[in-house]
Nanobody, 126 residues
Framework: QVQLVESGGGLVQAGASLTLSCAAS????????MGWFRQVPENEREFVAA????????YYGDSAKGRFTISRDNAKSTMTLEIHTLKTGETGLYCC???????????????????WGRGTQVTVSS
């Protein structure tokens, strides 16, 4: 069973930058593609960014292009999301997910991710 733990969230002002981290543990082998999603109350998870199992391919949601950078370090079983120039509309619970090891391609579809962390809260004030 894979466990994912997110960190790095907080209360920041609009225009600030944050780096979120996702640490993976457990499981019996390598991880598949991984992604970040934003959850707000009463809404479905919104795709933010994803990267392939190797980390060489990345995929961003429209609102994340240009200001978000996703990366992973497989040796350390970690994934990060750098966010620059945060906007108030980007407040939410940021959750990381991982696909099965055989699923190496990134995807924006949350139902294709098998394991999830509990998330780290990002609150952007004006």
């Amino acid at each position: 069973q894979v466990q994912l733990v997110e960190s790095g969230g907080g209360l920041v002002q609009a225009g600030a930058s944050l780096t979120l981290s996702c640490a993976a543990s457990g499981g019996t082998g390598s991880l598949g593609a991984m992604g970040w999603f934003r959850q707000v109350p009463e809404n479905e998870r919104e795709f933010v960014a994803a990267c392939s199992a190797s980390g060489r391919s990345t995929y961003y949601g429209d609102s994340a292009k240009g200001r978000f950078t996703i990366s992973r370090d497989n040796a350390k079983s970690t994934m990060t999301l750098e966010i620059h120039t945060l906007k108030t509309g980007e407040t939410g619970l940021y959750c990381c997910g991982t696909r099965p090891a055989v699923s190496i391609r990134p995807t924006p579809r949350s139902w294709e991710y098998d394991y999830w962390g509990r998330g780290t809260q990002v609150t952007v004030s004006s």
